[in-house]
């Protein structure tokens, strides 16, 4: 049968024109051995050129005869010669051992044979049998007969990586393992005829090309280049494609993870191949996640959105409930305030009192306790030390003891005590640096401006630099910087230095840049001002002090703590003294300055 | 946000450049050229060493250098950022964040800047953007909520725990061999491509490589990790800084 479609073949396409001719024969043409011994049967396969690589199959009478060694594969009756030759002529001495008696025989079955630049295919046409007549009784009953099982290899093909594999006559042959739609088209594999599988629209022509183990490899075909390129198998959305490279086409090869694939019908398109082996889109725009993408996100922003919104419909609900409550006490305390200011005779100050609501500082039982560690501890590792040995131990440092007060619009409240008293740590409350642990400042914190010396400076920057950046802390837009630039030099008398780097300035250039930069807006509703009235030398310290007053004459309310007696005296409405972090007294300045000075005079 | 305080992150992030670039010549030309030469160094020990080439070697280095590069300084920048700015957070009422999020910006700039050189990287080696290729800048947006969330995380722990500063700096340096940043991702065991996989960083360098040299669109997977670690560790970083937020003073 396989011979008949041969011959179809041949006669459809002409019989094909060889250039070199090749011969494989026996050594003899017929052996004679004895039952169960061993004997050697020679093959020559000779060309008229020199031999580049050959296949030669050869088949053998299995049932009467062993095959012992000599060839370089053999399987199930089959003997595989192959290899590259530097000659016209390549000898192999085959060994069988015979294993039973009667008429056994040996045939070449196929013989290509390849000249040395690859450029001629010659097939042996005149396919030789020896004859092996064995003594002894016939336990085989075959006959046997090599020709109805001619192989299909018509040549040999080298790949473009080089590889050299054996082309099948598909005519004759077809993989068994093929599972997509073809139709075999007959056409040229160099000079070789050959038969191509090809798919519907004839994009794709493939030959199945066998190795020396006789696997077959699916290669496809480029009529531009006439190279053969490997197809691969991969997955596409969970289907089987195959995959070659788009130079199949005649395309230029730009990215090689674009490939050529085409799905078991046969139906051919781009796809990407990834690392993995997958197939997937080739296209620049693929839609299918966008969709995806699109409504994800907005679902994800519209539970966002739901979540934030009712957490802060819960807050303000609590927030309401909360200045309830504020009120009633606003309210008692307003009463104390009003007292006092009536002990004092100050019509003014009750006026004020009783004009605003509310206070705008109301410091309520504030009590501030930091943790210290008795022991210094420097790390995890000292900390798991420490505390295997149970050596962790916190001292409780009481700062502030239950402050009490309040500070209504325009008033100046001094705050004065021994150092370490709890003073600063108050001022941080009040700005909100600090948290109290107990108790609670109520005050609104983007009115209050805290003006302490020296710090916030970045002395590797300029004064010009370090101007914009304190000021944009501060809460100044750029604008506002710009148009007071000037101003803020010019009061702390910098002028020049500006593009120095701060860390060259003194200690009195500093602070009066700071003092500067601190009041240079319109002045801030709340002042808290930490010994800032001690700043650089007497004129500055008057002109500062100035300043000072303007802002409170402009409706300010402003909290000063000082050490100097001065300028308690001479500029606040009110003193607290603090004393190790409890409130000693509050009131008349004079008063609680002769009170603190009593007991300063007799520590001495 | 109001625009004072964007006014004041603005200046707080100038602050941070003159200073890392206080006492150098080439200033801020080194954001510019240190990728570059970093990228060349590699491609060059590199190219020849592998027998599987990757596609566009050079831009893919790049894009897992530059964005690594942005998680790593932001985050390892950002662990001190309460304790060296005390004093300022102290005097203003600037809410904390604006300090971390101009370290991570100060970063993020520094990003933006070696991302000049990757263009002209991109155009030499022939990358194939497409319209996809714009979606890039939702990727580097995740990533900056991803990295501001993990700068919250790590600024607060230090204030608690000192050794995070070293505990963090080892931890990104041993994360840098999980990114597939010299590598394919498929050239290791597949135990640690899974956890390759799930790193936060390396989701992110994948979604820009896969958009931006590749013009195609990265696996749903991807898509959805990175919009998840994005918006989860921005949320829980900052729901968790804004609770310790207030006893963090005392401590420093």
């Known amino acids: 049968m396989a011979l008949a479609m041969m011959m179809l073949f041949w006669a459809a396409t002409g019989i094909p024109v060889e250039a070199a001719s090749a011969d494989v024969t026996f050594g003899s043409e017929s052996y004679s051995a004895e039952k169960g011994s061993q004997f050697p049967v020679g093959v020559y396969i000779k060309s008229d050129e020199t031999i580049g690589t050959y296949y030669v199959k050869l088949e053998y009478d299995k049932t009467r005869l062993k095959y012992i060694g000599g060839a370089e594969s053999e399987a199930d009756g089959v003997i595989v010669l192959q290899g590259t030759g530097t000659e016209d002529e390549i000898r192999y001495m085959l060994t069988f051992e015979s294993i039973t008696g009667g008429e056994a025989g040996i045939a070449v079955t196929n013989a290509v044979v390849t000249n040395e630049d690859g450029t001629e295919n010659a097939v042996a046409e005149n396919h030789a049998t020896a004859a092996v007549k064995i003594s002894g009784t016939d336990e085989s009953g075959v006959t046997f007969d090599a020709t109805e099982e001619e192989s299909a290899v018509i040549g040999t093909a080298t790949a473009s990586d080089g590889t050299i594999l054996y082309v099948v006559d598909h005519s004759r042959e077809v993989p068994s393992t093929i599972d997509w739609k073809y139709q075999a088209v007959p056409g040229k594999l160099g000079n070789t005829d050959v038969t191509y599988l090809q798919n519907q629209d004839g994009t794709v022509q493939m030959l199945y090309l066998l190795d020396g183990d006789d696997v077959y490899h699916p290669y496809a075909y480029s009529s531009k280049d006439g190279q053969i390129y490997p197809v691969h198998t991969g997955l596409r959305d969970g289907k089987k494609n195959y995959y070659m490279s788009t130079a199949v086409t005649g395309e230029e090869v730009k990215d090689e993870s674009v490939v050529l694939a085409m799905d078991l019908d046969g139906n051919v398109s781009k796809a990407r191949l990834y690392e993995d082996g997958h197939l997937g889109e080739a296209g620049l725009v693929n839609t299918l996640p966008v969709w995806l993408i699109v409504p994800a996100v907005a679902i994800l922003l519209a539970i966002l959105v739901g979540v934030a919104s009712i957490v802060y419909a819960k807050n303000k609900k609590a927030k309401k409930i909360q200045k309830k409550k504020e009120k009633i006490e606003t309210r008692r305390r307003r009463d104390i305030a009003l007292r006092a200011a009536e002990e004092s005779g100050d019509q003014a100050r009750m006026d004020a009192i009783m004009n605003s609501k509310e206070p705008i500082i109301s410091v309520q039982n504030v009590t501030m306790k930091f943790k210290v560690a008795t022991k210094a501890v420097s790390g995890i590792k000292d900390y798991i030390i420490q505390f295997i040995k149970g050596e962790i131990s916190y001292r409780e440092l009481v700062a502030l003891d239950n402050i009490n007060f309040d500070v209504y619009k325009g008033e100046v409240m001094g705050i004065i005590g021994t150092n370490g008293s709890g003073k600063s740590t108050l001022l941080k409350i009040v700005s909100g640096a600090l948290n109290p642990t107990e108790g609670h400042v109520a005050v609104d914190r983007k009115k209050v401006q805290l003006l302490t010396l020296g710090t916030g400076f970045d002395m590797e920057l300029t004064a010009r630099e370090n101007v914009y950046l304190n000021g944009a802390i501060i809460g100044y837009s750029r604008q506002f910087l710009d148009e007071h630039y000037d101003e803020i030099v010019e009061f702390a008398e910098l002028e020049g230095f500006m593009e120095e780097k701060v860390k060259n300035f003194s200690s009195g250039m500093v602070s009066r840049l700071g003092f500067a930069i601190a009041t240079a807006g319109d002045a801030a509703e709340i002042l808290i001002l930490d010994e800032v009235l001690s700043v650089g030398d007497e004129f500055f310290r008057k002109k500062s002090l100035k300043r000072v007053k303007e802002m409170i004459h402009g409706g300010s309310t402003v909290l000063l703590v000082s050490h100097g007696m001065g300028t308690i005296l001479d500029n606040c409405s009110r003193v607290v003294w603090i004393e190790k972090g409890k409130m000693k007294m509050i009131g008349e300045p004079k008063t609680v300055c002769h009170a603190y000075r009593e007991m300063g005079a007799a520590n001495v | ?252």
């Open chain 2, 1 to 252: 946000m109001s625009r004072e305080y964007l006014n004041a992150l603005w200046e707080l992030t100038k602050r941070e450049l003159r200073r890392k670039y206080a006492r150098s010549y080439l200033g801020i030309l080194w954001s510019v050229f240190y990728p570059l030469a970093r990228m060349a160094l590699v491609v060059f020990l590199f190219t020849h060493i592998f027998s599987k080439p990757i596609d566009r070697y050079p831009a893919y280095y790049f894009t897992g250098y530059l964005l690594y590069e942005f998680f790593y300084v932001a985050v390892y920048t950002s662990v001190t950022t309460l304790r060296d700015n005390k004093n300022l957070i102290i005097k203003s009422k600037l809410p904390r964040e604006m300090f971390i999020l101009s370290r991570v910006n100060t970063a993020f700039i520094n990003f933006g800047l070696g991302c000049i050189p990757y263009v002209g990287v991109l155009l030499f080696y022939k990358a194939q953007p497409s319209l996809i290729s714009f979606l890039v800048v939702f990727d580097v947006f995740f990533l900056w909520l991803f990295v501001s969330g993990v700068a919250y995380l790590v600024s607060i722990l230090y204030v608690f725990v000192r050794d995070t500063k070293n505990i963090v700096q080892h931890l990104l340096s041993i994360l840098r061999f999980f990114v597939a940043m010299f590598y394919a991702k498929e050239w290791v065991a597949p135990g640690v491509q899974k956890f390759i996989e799930y790193n936060p960083p390396y989701v992110f360098i994948k979604v820009a490589r896969d958009m931006v040299i590749y013009g195609v669109m990265p696996e749903l997977a991807y898509l959805l990790k990175m919009i998840i670690y994005g918006i989860s560790f921005f949320v829980i970083g900052k729901f968790i800084f804004n609770k310790c937020k207030d006893n963090v003073l005392v401590r420093l």
